[in-house]
């Protein structure tokens, strides 16, 4: 199975990357986007087979030690709809 | 004295870290990360680059290379463990210090000369900086905005944690070249034995390079033994 996570800036920290962005949108007369923020989408591809429970843990510990700081992001962790390739 | 340069995949400023430690009179040798040793260095350095291309964050991916975990040993043992640019941001990945490095805010990578303002003369890696001397280094980096929260900075600056602040030519503030949290361009970790700076001391050490002012770092650390 394939599982999302999203791991964005916080939201108290300065995004440069997604006010340039969203100056380059607001010149393009795009007036209705209020603001951008770019974070990172990472896909995990999991045994299908691996306990729930310990599928979850390992997910959740990966994303905590590896893939997100936490002194600088936040993530989210959305499990996949069986798209497995 | 001896030291050793970490090289991890990507590392590119272990060449200039090794001459400026060599030409500081001490004996160096590279280590490459993936080995797990580092009995018989009195001194660490872990020097700038892009070490595994930057990839997810700067320094993430290094802080798990096997020789980390004999760094982290080094440094809760007292020894002196000096990260550059890259290597800062591998050394607060590893939670060796606090804080996290991030994108400049001007999105710039940003290449030139600038002055550092000592904070702490007290410490092993600054105790030869004369009274009152800022230093003139080079930084090179495009991810350097350094960031704490507000009560651990507090607590940095509370004890002696900041090693120093970007500056003017006149020591007055206002020289910030990244947005770095209160113009913070390096800090030690609680103990004093650990430095993490942006700016790059060991392209600072022959008049021919520009400055010379990086040898008070490797004078500090050299004769503290």
């Known amino acids: ?85 | 004295m001896k030291s050793a340069v970490i090289v991890f995949p990507g590392s590119n400023c272990d060449h200039d870290m090794f001459h400026a430690l060599q030409i500081m009179g001490s004996e160096v040798e590279y280590v490459w990360h993936k080995t797990h040793d580092l009995s018989g260095f009195d001194l660490v350095a872990l020097p700038g680059g892009f070490s595994y291309g930057d990839y997810l964050r700067c320094g993430a991916i290094a802080r798990f290379s096997p020789i980390m975990q004999a760094v982290t040993h080094f440094a809760k043992s007292g020894k002196p463990v000096l990260g550059v640019c890259n290597g800062f941001q591998i050394l607060v990945e590893a939670g060796l210090l606090p804080g996290a490095l991030l994108r400049n805010e001007n999105l710039r990578f940003v290449c030139k000369h600038v002055y550092l303002k000592p904070e702490n003369r007290q410490t092993r890696f600054t105790r030869a900086i004369p009274d009152g001397q800022l230093l003139r280094v080079p930084i090179a980096h495009g991810e350097g905005r350094y960031l704490v929260d507000g009560d651990t900075a507090a607590r940095l600056a509370d004890n002696g944690q900041i090693a120093f602040r970007y500056a003017n030519a006149d020591g007055t503030g206002s020289a910030n070249p990244n947005g770095s949290m209160d113009d913070i361009a390096g800090v030690f970790n609680a103990e004093g034995n650990v430095l993490g700076m942006m700016p790059h001391p060991e392209r600072a050490v022959e008049s021919l390079l520009g400055s010379e002012d990086g040898r008070y770092i490797f004078e500090s650390l050299l004769s503290s033994n």
């Open chain 1, 1 to 85: 199975m394939k599982v999302a996570v999203k791991v964005k800036l916080k939201p108290s920290i300065l995004d440069p990357q997604g006010k340039a962005v969203h100056q380059a949108l607001q010149q393009l007369g795009f007036d209705a986007i209020n603001g951008v923020r770019i974070g990172k989408f990472i896909e995990l591809e999991v045994a299908d087979s691996a306990d729930p429970a310990e599928r979850e843990r390992q997910i959740e510990e990966a994303t905590r030690k590896l893939l997100s700081n936490p002194v600088m992001e936040v993530f989210e962790i959305e499990a996949g709809e069986g798209e497995s390739s």
